[in-house]
Each structure stands twice: as structure tokens, then as C-alpha cells.
T-cell receptor, first 118, second 115 residues
Framework: DTGVSQDPRHKITKRGQNVTFRCDPISEHNRLYWYRQTLGQGPEFLTY????????KSRLLSDRFSAERPKGSFSTLEIQRTEQGDSAMYLC????????????????FGPGTRLTVL | AQKITQTQPGMFVQEKEAVTLDCTYD???????LFWYKQPSSGEMIFLIYQGSYDQQNATEGRYSLNFQKARKSANLVISASQLGDSAMYFCAMREGNTGNQFYFGTGTSLTVIP
């Protein structure tokens, strides 16, 4: 399977603990995105990478959240001192964007990591 | 203002019938892309169809078609010949600009196909 993969699929943690999620994008894709989706809502943008550079962060991404993509391949999203409000599905997506050629920039999503903070 | 509005929280359709899921959008950028995704209960977002703002014709992909009305800023998804496997959440999304960095998603419509 050459799609986007995420690990773990489910994570239950206690409030105050740190958690880390991993995303492996489609191998030739240069862009990687993180989204958060709460129950009954659409995905909300958190941050994105162009290769290894983190180019944009949403104001939703508090200082307890940090994301990396050290070699421009897989990415990690860490949440420190988790709160109950962090409970959500965390989705990763990747896409291939070439120049400004008007590519429609379809994003391919992974299965998500469902976080429950007790 | 919401970038993407989906006003139908839930829809029901008889198997083999067609159904239209509504989506309106808000942008002042002349270049944008509109997308529909399906999210089954497993959680994965599955890309269905794309419409570019400069596309002259409505997009079609198999049983999916997008009714693009630019002046009204609407991009409704039409599913023909509904199947039981079509039961899922459907999200409309927009990307602003040619290579915009974020997608704006609506709140989704839950579609249930009745046998």
C-alpha cells in the first residue's frame, strides 16, 4: 500500500501527558499537512510542510503543539501537557505541488489518529 | 464568514436514486479549487471530485458530478444511482489560489442510503 499512513490509529492518554503521532506521506509528495477534526466538524488546518520546512501554522496550533518533518519524508506531531480539549481525530495529508503551474493540489489523506484525553 | 457552508447535516436517499449535496463557498480570490471528499465510518478522507474556478465544464467522475454555479458560489455534489456503500459523511472543501496551502472544509453532510 503506497498511501498515507499514520501511527498509532488510536491513542488514549491521561491529561497532562505528552503524545506523539507519526505520519508517513506518499513517497514522492513534497507537501505534508496536519489537520484536526472534532466530532461533527470538518477537518481544521493545523500546519503544513514543504519538504522539511514548516511554512505555515494555524492559530489553532498552540505552543503545546509542535510538528517536525526532519528529512522531508515522515512527520511527527507532538502535543505536550495534553488537555481534554485536545481529544480529536488528527489527520495527515500529503500532496505533490510543482511550481505555480496550477496543479489542483489534491490532498491524499491518511486514516487518522484518534486521540482521547481522559 | 464561513469559507464553506454545507447546510444539510443529514440526508437520506433510496438506493439507485440520485441525490444532491449542497455546498456554497465564499472567496474573493479569482483562482480557487473546490473538492468533495467522502469520509466513511473508518475515518479516512477519500477524494471524489475536483472543480477549478476557471473550468468551463462541470466536473464528472463516474457516478459523481459537480454542479458548479460560479455566480451563485455553489458547488453541489450529485451522486447518481446511489449504492449502500455511499453511506458516509461528505465534505466540501476549497483551496484558494493556484497552489494554496490550506483547505477549508465545511461541516459535512451525513448521507444514508436506504435499501
Amino acid at each position: 500500500d503506497t498511501g498515507v499512513s499514520q501511527d498509532p490509529r488510536h491513542k488514549i492518554t491521561k491529561r497532562g501527558q505528552n503524545v506523539t503521532f507519526r505520519c508517513d506521506p506518499i513517497s514522492e509528495h513534497n507537501r505534508l499537512y496536519w489537520y484536526r477534526q472534532t466530532l461533527g466538524q470538518g477537518p481544521e488546518f493545523l500546519t503544513y510542510f514543504q519538504n522539511e520546512a514548516q511554512l505555515e501554522k494555524s492559530r489553532l496550533l498552540s505552543d503545546r503543539f509542535s510538528a517536525e518533518r526532519p528529512k522531508g519524508s515522515f512527520s511527527t506531531l507532538e502535543i505536550q501537557r495534553t488537555e481534554q480539549g485536545d481529544s480529536a481525530m488528527y489527520l495527515c495529508a500529503s500532496s505533490l505541488v510543482v511550481g505555480l503551474a496550477g496543479s489542483y493540489n489534491e490532498q491524499f489523506f491518511g486514516p487518522g489518529t484518534r486521540l482521547t484525553v481522559l | 464568514a464561513q469559507k464553506i457552508t454545507q447546510t444539510q447535516p443529514g440526508m437520506f436517499v433510496q438506493e439507485k436514486e440520485a441525490v444532491t449535496l449542497d455546498c456554497t463557498y465564499d472567496t474573493s480570490d479569482p483562482s480557487y479549487g473546490l473538492f468533495w471528499y467522502k469520509q466513511p465510518s473508518s475515518g479516512e478522507m477519500i477524494f471524489l471530485i475536483y472543480q477549478g474556478s476557471y473550468d468551463q465544464q462541470n466536473a464528472t467522475e463516474g457516478r459523481y458530478s459537480l454542479n458548479f454555479q460560479k455566480a451563485r458560489k455553489s458547488a453541489n455534489l450529485v451522486i447518481s444511482a446511489s449504492q449502500l456503500g455511499d453511506s458516509a459523511m461528505y465534505f466540501c472543501a476549497m483551496r484558494e489560489g493556484n497552489t494554496g496551502n490550506q483547505f477549508y472544509f465545511g461541516t459535512g453532510t451525513s448521507l444514508t442510503v436506504i435499501p
